[in-house]
């Protein structure tokens, strides 16, 4: 069955990075695109970025120079890099496996802050 499980959430000052982690099993990772997206507590979801098989990548106006997605498709692993955060970054990060706003499965998210 298929699985995304994220990881690398956590608290962070602003200015500070994280790398959050999409572990994929249960399907072939490298036919897909893979998508970013997050939810703040009490509204609705954000597309942040997504990349295709080919490896072409896209990124939400909010994190565009700041966020980097990845894959390594031997690894089966999903990857966003976030760089010089900012509270307005503090969400619940999915990745879902997908993109064009049709995913099918989802990870169950993992939490990041950034508070000082």
């Known amino acids: 069955q298929v699985q995304l499980v994220e990881s690398g959430g956590g608290l962070v000052q602003p200015g500070g990075s994280l790398r959050l982690s999409c572990a994929a099993s249960g399907f072939t990772f490298s036919s897909y695109t893979m998508t970013w997206v997050r939810q703040v507590p009490g509204k609705g979801l954000e597309w942040v970025s997504d990349?295709?098989?080919?490896?072409?990548?896209y990124y939400a106006d909010s994190v565009k120079g700041r966020f980097t997605i990845s894959r390594d498709n031997a690894k089966n692993t999903l990857y966003l890099q976030m760089n010089s955060l900012k509270p307005e970054d503090t969400a619940v990060y999915y990745c879902?496996?997908?993109?064009?706003?049709?995913?099918?499965?989802w990870g169950q998210g993992t939490q990041v802050t950034v508070s000082s």
């Open positions: 990349i295709q098989s080919g490896g072409s990548s």
């Open positions: 879902a496996k997908g993109g064009l706003g049709e995913y099918d499965y």
